[in-house]
């Protein structure tokens, strides 16, 4: 069964590729061919592309440019297989570009083959790492296939490796509004995006945006999949499968909407008490939960069971204080080690979209060892992820308490800053990174930004033109560019 044609699935690659992407094959009426069937992309007559494109295959089977351009033909056209196989082929004949792997994954999401999208997806970043565009792709994949919590991952990634990749900020802040109920977070990753696309930004308004008011022409954004939330009592026995398989952080999301939902209902709140106090072994939210429980059911039989726990508790996070006073004085060689643990925990359980967990783990990690000014910058960045921007700023900042030179933290505290239109703050963080480091790419992209929205054209073309000297292939480079050339002489 065919599936009709997509105008654009995300904002994540453009869809025509140029011929000179790929060198292979030999000459003649073969790259006249190629040139023909490009040119028809070009102005969208795909069958006439197609024609072509067939010919150019036929005279240059080894011409990775033919094959892939085939594909996109194919694939405008609804003929999704004939697609997929003509991508599998130009991935073959061109190993070190990622773009083909790209392209099928596009496909094979259109066909919802969310399996073999992502295992393509796998192969196109270790072409190339950490590339914010395949990041991006894997996140559509989970988002499409109703992952949200995989989704959120593969986005933060995308902007942990560049905070001011467009479509990233774009698709999280479509992920945030829809499938998190996060509105504040929505607002400060949507407004991020306005800043770094500008005048490409279909949306340019932010109720629209927020009331979901569809623009006049066709947005690129993650297709939006309707989710009926289940009920509270729904919620807690999916939690409980949920813990059954250890998927610990799932089920605290479910038992924190199901709290929501009925915050009367006595099963949710313990439930939650009982994670964080049995599962991720969170002291501090476990005797705050089983408070609550206990003043607000006191007469519930398991109100004397949280009573006992409380109990239990309160001396371990008196003696845990005192462990932090001495800690703080001299780390002992067993605390230094018990630190480094927590700290490998928290990366575990931030690699697993675990929040909390991870939250908790650099904590420990860091109240153990308060050298450790690496597991205050991961704690930022999980802060962020959440959308917790106070909190994050506040992480950055004491990172740089304890490194002054972390380079990479005074970066995301510009970035935050930002994102809360404090830019005074943000421009003295990013000098700092200048004074030490004057060639950091991503610091003169930031400020190109700032100096852009804060209308010093002649600063802002300087950050931007050394960007794009320093990261000519970075994503953003393009918008940069097509800044610079829409400036022309004006200042």
């Known amino acids: 069964m065919k599936t009709s044609p997509r105008k654009s699935a995300c904002m994540v690659f453009p869809a025509v590729l140029l011929a000179g992407l790929f060198v292979s094959g030999c000459g003649g009426s073969g790259e006249s061919n190629l040139e023909e069937g490009l040119a028809r992309l070009r102005e969208n007559n795909y069958q006439l592309a197609v024609k072509s494109l067939e010919k150019a295959v036929d005279q240059m089977p080894d011409n990775a440019s033919a094959r892939c351009n085939l594909g996109i033909a194919y694939w405008k056209l609804g003929q999704h297989k004939d697609a997929a196989s003509c991508f599998k082929k130009a991935a073959e004949l061109s190993p070190e570009d990622v773009r083909p792997l790209e392209f099928l994954a596009q496909v094979l999401m259109d066909m919802q083959n969310w399996n073999e999208a992502r295992s393509v997806l796998v192969q196109a970043d270790k072409r190339h790492p950490l590339s914010s565009r395949v990041l991006t792709s894997m996140a559509l994949v989970e988002f499409r296939a109703g992952n949200n919590t995989q989704a959120l991952s593969r986005l933060t ?12 900020l774009y698709n999280m802040a479509i992920l945030q509004r829809d499938r998190m109920n996060n509105k504040e977070a929505a607002t400060n990753y949507f407004q991020n995006y306005l800043k770094i696309a500008g005048s490409n930004s279909r949306i340019k308004d932010m109720p629209q945006f927020l009331n979901k008011v569809p623009p006049r022409e066709p947005v690129q954004q993650v297709p939006v999949k309707v989710v009926k939330q289940p009920p509270a009592d729904s919620l807690i026995t999916s939690a409980r499968k949920a813990i059954d398989k250890q998927e610990f952080d799932s089920a605290l999301e479910m038992l924190k909407q199901a709290v929501s939902k009925n915050p009367t209902d006595p099963a949710a709140i313990w439930e939650l008490a009982v994670l964080y106090d049995k599962q991720l072994k969170y002291d501090e939210k476990a005797l705050e939960i089983y408070l609550k ?141 200048f004074r030490a480091d004057p060639d950091y790419a991503k610091a003169h992209l930031l400020m190109g930004v700032i100096m852009r929205d804060e209308n010093d054209i002649e600063s802002a073309k300087a950050h931007f033109t050394k960007y794009i000297k320093l990261a000519p292939e970075d994503p953003s480079a393009k918008m940069a560019q097509e800044w610079l050339n829409s400036t022309g002489n004006r200042r």
């Open 293 to 433: 429980f206990v003043k607000q059911f006191p007469k519930e039989p398991r109100a004397a069971v949280a009573k006992k726990r409380i109990d239990e508790i309160q001396p371990l996070i008196k003696q845990l204080s005192q462990q932090k006073q001495d800690i703080k004085s001299v780390p002992s060689e067993k605390n230094l080690e018990a630190a480094q643990n927590a700290f490998q925990e928290g990366l575990e359980y931030q690699n697993d979209q675990k929040w909390d967990a991870a939250i908790a783990s650099y904590k420990r990690a860091f109240d153990l060892d308060n050298s450790l000014s690496v597991a205050l910058y991961n704690l930022g960045l999980v802060y962020k992820t959440k959308g917790d921007l106070n909190l994050s700023k506040q992480a950055f900042g004491q990172a740089l308490n304890v490194e002054p030179n972390m380079t990479k933290a005074h970066y995301m505290l510009a970035v935050v800053y930002n994102m809360q239109k404090e830019n005074k703050y943000a421009i003295e963080e990013l000098n700092k990174i």
């Open 157 to 168: 990634q995308a902007l942990n490796a560049d905070p001011a990749y467009a479509p990233a």
